[in-house]
């Protein structure tokens, strides 16, 4: 049934313009096309084919890596892309690579930390591709203990240089992507001593590799640390190990935006503010919010698909049985995902501007919003990385049986997202450094210290510590400031009572580390509170479209209430809402579910996501999921031979009771 739209009656439902729709998950018309050009240009090239990833081995899925990485640089070069559609064309490949370090983290560190002279030097070449760069930081005893890394940078005054070495086992640097085989130079983090003083870590750019042959220089013992979790996900990619045996290399080459070490090797802090350096963090961790809405889009845009074709149970007298999105059950599990894709999206466009904003404030040296843009920007890099990885298993289960199948798509794609919740910050770790700055910002209120941003709330201590919430009848848990205070009350109420907690304690870190479960759960609060403001906030623009922004009223109630209803226990024993309101809040969920229900295949048509990109056959934008999976299932190469390969040796044998003589 080539060609006919299983799912065309589902989107004859649909009551809002989903064009419109795309614009706003774009971002803007402008955004919008070049996404769907550039994602159409990759669907329809052939070297870009991906659906036999799942069955190479692991050096012919290195070897189909580095094909596409050339050819994405390739056709970047040819159709002379801009930094936006080359941006997108990676992201529509699709397939973890060298590439995502080099221009993710390599580039902007150099911009973050190098002096203009550095800049001038690397930066021309590795835009060129002339040289290809890594982020070597994590060792294999530390990762998110950065202060507590080993290698080591000592300076050489004889000769001008510092000298890079791995004094012990656990300073080998282990984990960073494109290390393993291909990357010629990396930003390699090291403590810096001069004089046998240790100054603490610094970033060096080294050069590992030759540029003729490609083989590692003297001194550098570099390569792969294996296979990881999954089949093909992030398997593409080659995660190294490096140690050094005091590899030499220019003084210029320590990143001395912040500190120099002069010609005779003393360390003189810069005019520039170390505080520079945060806007690299807050830019990255602003991109990985924005691949946390991608990530869920495509798990919830497969599930919502698979679950409006398949039917099980309940047949009617026509004797045809119920679609799955339409029980309860599959909503109510479902619907919040789909909401939520929708606010982590919403609030990256938000970590957008507030990167700009921080930018900007840092070259005009003030300050005073930093604490609380690194604290906000690491308690959303947590939130939306655990909340993804958790939804997209959550989608594979709400698709059945199939949804284990490597064509569905999910596995793969849990795979590949999972480490997401580990790297750039340990997800619990980053939680327990926004409790720090709440308690701080606690700590402060009694002296009249007016917080900022998203803690401004906390300027309202007292009334948010009695205030009582007025919701009497389900609707009232629509009005966004109902759902605000609520919020807000909650989040106050308990950063307020961890530091009445804290305040018992003598010592203030036996305190932190004693009551660090409770404080991570502050720091929840807190960033629930962010996404759902920001959320309700997107909501006050003025947003085009016949019944666009009623669609995304819904997702923000739907998304908000589910907030609540999963984490009742908060509400409730915070003295937030009472019992009769968190009953009254799950009818309005449920009265939601049924209004987000003949929207759902249009709301997830508007992500627009190719078929190539979702790469499932459950998701496919016909819904026609049967014969295609039939057909798939005879791709494998177990089916090359009807009769398997070892049938002779080892089936046979047991069959014909021969086992004794057969030679195992």
Same mark, same amino acid.
């Given at each position: 049934?080539?060609?006919?739209?299983?799912?065309?009656?589902?989107?004859?439902?649909?009551?809002? $313009?989903?064009?419109?729709?795309?614009?706003?998950?774009?971002?803007?018309?402008?955004?919008? $096309?070049?996404?769907?050009?550039?994602?159409? *240009?990759?669907?329809?090239?052939?070297?870009?084919?991906?659906?036999?990833?799942?069955?190479?081995?692991?050096?012919?899925?290195?070897?189909?890596?580095? !094909?596409?990485?050339?050819?994405?640089?390739?056709?970047?070069?040819?159709?002379?892309?801009?930094?936006?559609?080359?941006? &997108?064309?990676?992201?529509?490949?699709?397939?973890?690579?060298? =590439?995502?370090?080099?221009?993710?983290?390599?580039?902007?560190?150099?911009?973050?930390?190098?002096?203009?002279?550095?800049?001038?030097?690397?930066?021309?070449?590795?835009?060129?591709?002339?040289?290809?760069?890594?982020?070597?930081?994590?060792?294999?005893?530390?990762?998110? +203990?950065?202060?507590?890394?080993?290698?080591?940078?000592?300076?050489?005054?004889?000769?001008?240089?510092?000298?890079?070495?791995?004094?012990?086992?656990?300073?080998?640097?282990?984990?960073?992507?494109?290390?393993? #085989?291909?990357?010629?130079?990396?930003?390699?983090?090291?403590?810096?001593?001069?004089?046998?003083?240790?100054?603490?870590?610094?970033?060096?750019?080294?050069?590992?590799?030759?540029?003729?042959?490609?083989?590692?220089?003297?001194?550098?013992?570099?390569?792969?640390?294996?296979?990881?979790?999954?089949?093909?996900?992030? +398997?593409?990619?080659?995660?190294?190990?490096? &140690?050094?045996?005091?590899?030499?290399?220019?003084?210029?080459?320590?990143? =001395?935006?912040?500190?120099?070490?002069?010609?005779?090797?003393?360390?003189?802090?810069?005019?520039?503010?170390?505080?520079?350096?945060?806007?690299?963090?807050?830019?990255?961790?602003?991109?990985?919010? @924005?691949?946390?809405?991608?990530?869920?889009?495509?798990?919830?845009?497969?599930?919502?698909?698979?679950?409006?074709?398949?039917?099980?149970?309940?047949?009617?007298?026509?004797?045809?049985?119920?679609?799955?999105?339409?029980?309860?059950?599959?909503?109510?599990?479902?619907?919040?995902? *789909?909401?939520?894709?929708?606010?982590? !999206?919403?609030?990256?466009?938000?970590?957008?501007?507030?990167?700009?904003?921080?930018?900007?404030?840092?070259? @005009?040296? $003030?300050?005073?919003?930093?604490?609380?843009?690194?604290?906000?920007? @690491?308690?959303?890099?947590?939130?939306?990385?655990?909340?993804?990885?958790?939804?997209?298993?959550?989608? !594979?289960?709400?698709?059945?049986?199939?949804?284990?199948?490597?064509?569905?798509?999910?596995?793969?794609?849990?795979?590949?997202?999972?480490?997401?919740?580990?790297?750039?910050?340990? +997800?619990?770790?980053?939680?327990?450094?926004?409790?720090?700055?709440?308690?701080?910002?606690?700590?402060?209120?009694?002296?009249?210290?007016?917080?900022?941003?998203?803690?401004?709330?906390?300027?309202?201590?007292?009334?948010?510590?009695?205030?009582?919430?007025?919701?009497?009848?389900?609707?009232?848990?629509?009005?966004?400031?109902?759902?605000?205070?609520?919020?807000?009350?909650?989040?106050?109420?308990?950063?307020?009572?961890?530091? #009445?907690?804290?305040?018992?304690?003598?010592?203030?870190?036996?305190?932190?580390?004693?009551?660090?479960?409770?404080?991570?759960?502050?720091?929840?609060?807190?960033?629930?509170?962010?996404?759902?403001?920001?959320?309700?906030?997107?909501?006050?623009?003025?947003?085009?479209?016949?019944?666009?922004?009623?669609?995304?009223?819904?997702?923000?109630?739907?998304?908000?209430?589910?907030?609540?209803?999963?984490?009742?226990?908060?509400?409730?024993?915070?003295?937030?809402?009472?019992?009769?309101?968190?009953?009254?809040?799950?009818?309005? *969920?449920?009265?939601?579910?049924?209004?987000?229900?003949?929207?759902?295949?249009?709301?997830?048509?508007?992500?627009?996501?190719?078929?190539?990109?979702?790469?499932?056959?459950?998701? &496919?934008?016909?819904?026609?999921?049967?014969?295609?999976?039939?057909?798939?299932?005879?791709?494998?190469?177990?089916? $090359?031979?009807?009769?398997?390969?070892?049938?002779?040796?080892?089936?046979?044998?047991?069959?014909?009771?021969?086992? &004794?003589?057969?030679?195992?």
């Amino acid at each position: 049934m080539e060609g006919v739209d299983h799912l065309a009656l589902e989107r004859s439902k649909t009551q809002f $313009d989903v064009d419109q729709m795309k614009v706003v998950w774009a971002g803007s018309r402008h955004a919008l $096309d070049v996404s769907d050009r550039i994602g159409r *240009l990759v669907a329809s090239d052939p070297v870009f084919k991906k659906d036999n990833r799942t069955m190479l081995s692991r050096k012919d899925l290195f070897k189909d890596t580095l !094909r596409k990485a050339a050819h994405v640089w390739k056709r970047i070069t040819e159709l002379k892309l801009t930094e936006e559609e080359a941006s &997108r064309l990676r992201f529509f490949v699709d397939q973890p690579s060298y =590439m995502d370090l080099h221009w993710g983290m390599f580039i902007p560190v150099i911009k973050g930390s190098g002096t203009e002279e550095q800049q001038k030097k690397w930066l021309p070449m590795a835009y060129k591709m002339q040289i290809i760069g890594c982020y070597a930081q994590t060792e294999l005893g530390h990762g998110s +203990n950065v202060q507590g890394l080993e290698t080591t940078a000592t300076f050489d005054p004889k000769t001008d240089e510092f000298v890079i070495n791995s004094p012990t086992l656990t300073s080998s640097k282990w984990w960073p992507g494109g290390l393993g #085989k291909v990357s010629t130079h990396a930003v390699v983090f090291a403590r810096l001593i001069t004089d046998g003083q240790d100054h603490g870590v610094n970033g060096f750019i080294v050069q590992l590799r030759s540029l003729d042959d490609h083989l590692p220089l003297p001194g550098v013992t570099v390569g792969d640390i294996g296979m990881k979790f999954g089949s093909g996900a992030y +398997n593409s990619m080659d995660n190294g190990v490096l &140690r050094f045996d005091h590899v030499r290399i220019p003084r210029d080459q320590m990143l =001395m935006r912040v500190s120099q070490v002069t010609r005779e090797g003393k360390v003189v802090l810069s005019n520039v503010p170390r505080q520079l350096l945060y806007g690299t963090m807050v830019f990255v961790r602003q991109t990985i919010v @924005a691949d946390a809405s991608s990530a869920l889009s495509r798990a919830v845009c497969i599930a919502t698909r698979y679950s409006a074709v398949r039917r099980q149970f309940g047949s009617n007298d026509s004797g045809v049985e119920t679609q799955v999105i339409d029980y309860k059950t599959q909503q109510s599990r479902l619907f919040p995902l *789909l909401a939520s894709a929708y606010a982590f !999206r919403f609030v990256g466009e938000w970590l957008k501007w507030l990167y700009t904003d921080v930018t900007q404030k840092l070259q @005009a040296n $003030d300050f005073s919003t930093l604490p609380e843009a690194h604290a906000c920007t @690491a308690g959303l890099k947590s939130l939306t990385t655990s909340a993804t990885a958790d939804a997209i298993e959550e989608c !594979r289960k709400l698709c059945g049986g199939h949804g284990y199948l490597s064509s569905s798509g999910l596995p793969e794609l849990f795979a590949v997202y999972i480490p997401a919740c580990t790297y750039e910050g340990d +997800n619990v770790v980053l939680l327990l450094q926004v409790a720090r700055f709440l308690m701080k910002t606690v700590s402060q209120l009694p002296s009249g210290k007016k917080p900022v941003g998203t803690t401004s709330y906390m300027g309202r201590a007292e009334q948010l510590l009695q205030s009582r919430s007025n919701v009497q009848k389900a609707e009232d848990w629509l009005k966004p400031s109902v759902i605000l205070e609520a919020f807000e009350a909650r989040a106050m109420r308990m950063s307020v009572a961890c530091a #009445k907690d804290l305040s018992k304690f003598a010592n203030p870190e036996e305190g932190f580390a004693e009551l660090s479960p409770n404080l991570v759960d502050a720091a929840v609060a807190h960033c629930q509170l962010i996404v759902v403001s920001k959320f309700i906030e997107k909501l006050q623009q003025d947003i085009p479209g016949k019944g666009v922004k009623e669609q995304l009223q819904i997702l923000c109630n739907v998304y908000a209430l589910f907030i609540v209803h999963k984490h009742l226990g908060d509400f409730l024993s915070t003295g937030s809402i009472t019992a009769k309101q968190a009953s009254l809040a799950n009818d309005q *969920l449920r009265s939601l579910y049924s209004q987000v229900r003949p929207n759902a295949i249009a709301l997830v048509d508007a992500f627009n996501y190719t078929d190539h990109y979702l790469s499932s056959i459950l998701g &496919r934008y016909d819904g026609n999921v049967y014969p295609k999976l039939y057909e798939e299932a005879w791709k494998d190469p177990l089916n $090359d031979t009807v009769v398997p390969e070892g049938y002779r040796e080892y089936i046979q044998p047991l069959l014909k009771q021969q086992l &004794r003589n057969a030679r195992l």
